[in-house]
C-alpha cells in the first residue's frame, strides 16, 4: 500500500489476509490522523477554511485523486507511484496544515480498482498524515500560509523544503512500517529502490511550491499547467517500472525454458543470481553492477539449450563428443542471449563462468583476472548452489563442507577473493537451501551435474 510524490498500499493483497500485528499498526494509524483532526477541529471549529480558501481545497482535492487515481504500479507490484503529494504541499502554502490533510485523506475516495475500504482509509490517514505534519513544519520555520508573491522569495524555500523533507519521510516511515508487516513473497525491486523512489518523491515535491507561486497569477489554471509535467513524470515512472517487469519476464521465460530442458536443477538459476548478487554487494560493486549479475547468474546455463537433451540427461559417462558439445554450452549461452542490449557486462559472465583460475576451464582456457569478474563470481555461486542440492546421484551437502570445498579448490579453480566474500556473505545473510529436494528425472535416469564440482564429468574414449 503506498502513495504521494509518493508511495501507497495497492490493491492485490486482501485486508484479511493482514496479521493481528498488521491490523494493530493501520488502526494506530488511522486513529492519530482522527486525533489530529479532532484535534484541529477543537481549536478552530471552522478548520481555518475561510469562504476564499474553499476554491483552492476543491481544486487541489481535485489534482490529488486525479494523480492518486492514476499511479504508476512499481515492479513489486505491492505498491504504486503517483505525485499526487505535489497538491497537498501546495495545499500546505496556500491552505495551512489542516487544509493540507484534508486534500491529502481525500485519497479516500480515488478512483481506482481492486482498493478495498481498509487500504482506502490506511491510505487517507496516512496522506492526511503526513500533509499536516508538513504544515506544521512549514509553519514552524516561518513559512506564511496564503498566495506566495514577489517578496515570498526566497525567503520561502527554507520552510517549504523542510515540509518536503517532513512530508516525503513520513510518507516513507509510515508505509515503511506496513510493507515490514506484510512482507512480500519476495524483497523485489521495491526494497532495492527506495532510496530512488525516496529521492524523486523529494523532488516531484518542489512543484507543490510551483503551483502555490503560479497561483498568484494563474489561480486554479495554475494546477492544469502543473498538472500536465506531473503526468509526463508518472508516464516515465511507469515506463521505468514496466521495462523492469519486461526484462523480469524476459529472464523468467529463459530460466523456464532451460529448466524444463534440464529439469534436475530446478531453482539454480534463481540461486545462483542471489548468491552472485550476494560477492558483488559483499566486494563492494556498484548497485547497478549487482543488477546485471543477478542477471548473469540467471541466465548463465542458458546455453543448456542448445545442447541436446539426451546428453544433459545421459546417467552414464559421456563420449568426447557429448563433452564437447557439454562444453559448448557458454558459447552457445552467448550466442541466444548477445542482442539482448540490457546484459552488457553480464554476456561475459555468460561466456566465462566455467573457466577456472588455474587456466584449466572452459572454453577459452583463461586464467587468474583474464577471467571477467562477472564469471569468477558466478563460478562460485554456481558450485555453491550444485553442491547443497540434491542430485539424483547424491543428496545435498551441507552448507559447511561446501564451503570447505570452496576453499578446497580456492586458488586452483575459484577466486580466493570472491571465496572469502561469498563465506562472509553466507555468514551474516545465510543460504536457503532447495526446499523441497530436487525431483529426480522422471524417466529415472541419473545425469550428471556440469556444474558440481565433486562429481567432475566422467568421459570415455568415444569410438
Ligand atoms: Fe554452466
Redesign the pocket.
Known sequence: MMTGTGHRARGGRGASRLSAAAWLYMAAVVAAALAVLGQAMGADPGLDFRVGQAWPILVLALLFLICDSAPATLASRQSAWSPSSSATLAAVVLIGPVGALVVGATSLLSVRRGLDLTQRVFNASMYGLSAYAAGEAYLALGGHVGHPGHGSFPGIIGPFAAAAVVHVFINHGLLWGMLMLVPAAEPGPLHRHMPLLFLADLGYATLGLLIAALWTVGGAFAAVLVLVPLFVARWAIGQFAAQEQAYAATMAALCQAVETKDCYTRGHSERVSRGSAMIAREVGMRSSRVEAIRYAGML??VGKLGVPTTILQKSGALTEEEFAAIQL??MRGLAIVREIGFLDEALAGIMH??ERIDGRGYPMGLAGDEIPEFARVIAVA?AFDAMTSNRSYRGARSIGDAVADLRKWSGTQFDPALVDAFVAALRREGWEQPRPAAVPPADGTAAQD??DPTAPLRVVESW
Do not use: E, I, K, M
Open positions: 548463465h546455463d554450452h557458454p563462468h566455467h554456481d556440469h556444474d
